[in-house]
């Protein structure tokens, strides 16, 4: 099993009292699985990718990545995780507006310790898999909506991760390009094997793209199995 969530619960504490957000969520996610999580704004679905994305801790509860127990990890280690196992996508997309879509999807690999060269090569590899070949040498200005969170998805796939997270990738855009974002991460999904875990409220685009749903609803999971089993 790629990741497990045994019994998590987590509270946020505001003014001295305690809120739960979310209820013993269990959930386990299998190598090449491309899941969407979905559920009313403010059911919790941030705060589970958060964890799942080791940018929070749960409260109460197990987290095994790859079999392993994370949730004592110190800093270190977890900012080790977030580098090299995990890919993160934004909502807003979340591009430097100076730097050229080549030097934004190459910026991940700085941080690894990648030569400059090697750098570049990966980084136009990564765009021309979002079919972005063409546009490497742009600003995020000069470029769509759609565009940019595809060098944003390109940017996520140059540390080679196991799995991508992306919260809410799609809320920006209209229809036609959520559509086109969403077969991007089934390429990705079906060609590099890459696990795939995105926070959506789109339920059609949901269902037509990814293989599993999970549904939650006030910090528990409603609902868990594959898509075309969901009724409408
Ligand atoms: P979703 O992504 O499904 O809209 P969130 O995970 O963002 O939901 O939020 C779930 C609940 O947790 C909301 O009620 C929200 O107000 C609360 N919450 C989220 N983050 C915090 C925080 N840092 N402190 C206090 N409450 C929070
Ligand atoms: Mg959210």
């Known amino acids: 099993m790629l990741l497990e969530l045994?019994?998590?619960y987590k509270n946020y504490l505001q003014d001295k009292i305690v809120i739960p957000v979310l209820k013993d969520v269990n959930i386990s996610i299998d190598e090449g699985?491309?899941?969407?999580?979905?559920?009313?704004?403010?059911?919790?679905?941030?705060?589970?990718?958060?964890?799942?994305g080791c940018l929070d801790r749960p409260t109460k509860g197990e987290f095994l990545l790859e079999g392993e127990s994370i949730v004592n990890y110190n800093e270190n280690r977890l900012s080790?995780?977030?580098?090299?196992?995990?890919?993160?996508?934004?909502?807003?997309?979340?591009l430097l507006?100076?730097?050229?879509?080549?030097?934004?999807?190459?910026?991940?690999?700085?941080?690894a310790g990648v030569p400059?060269?090697?750098?570049?090569?990966?980084?136009?590899?990564?765009?021309?898999?979002?079919?972005?070949?063409?546009r490497v040498h742009f600003r995020p200005s000069q470029l769509s909506g759609g565009q940019q969170q595809r060098v944003a998805i390109a940017r996520a796939l140059v540390n080679n991760p196991k799995i991508i997270l992306?919260?809410?990738?799609?809320?920006?855009?209209?229809p036609v390009t959520a559509k086109q974002v969403m077969s991007d991460f089934k390429k990705i999904?079906?060609?590099?094997?890459?696990?795939?875990?995105?926070?959506?409220?789109?339920?059609e685009l949901a269902l037509a793209y990814a293989d599993r749903i999970i549904g939650i609803r006030a910090g528990k999971i409603v609902y868990d199995g594959p898509s075309e089993n969901v009724t409408q």
Do not use: C, W
């Open 189 to 203: 999904n079906q060609e590099m094997n890459i696990t795939i875990l995105i926070n959506i409220h789109h339920v």
């Open 6 to 8: 045994k019994h998590i």
């Open 97 to 111: 507006p100076k730097q050229t879509a080549l030097d934004n999807v190459a910026l991940p690999l700085s941080y």
């Open 166 to 174: 992306a919260d809410e990738p799609v809320a920006a855009l209209d």
């Open 116 to 134: 400059v060269k090697k750098r570049k090569e990966i980084a136009f590899q990564a765009l021309k898999r979002v079919g972005l070949a063409e």
């Open 33 to 52: 699985e491309y899941v969407a999580i979905m559920g009313p704004s403010g059911s919790g679905k941030t705060t589970l990718m958060n964890i799942i």
């Open 80 to 94: 080790d995780l977030r580098l090299n196992t995990l890919g993160f996508v934004f909502q807003s997309f979340n």
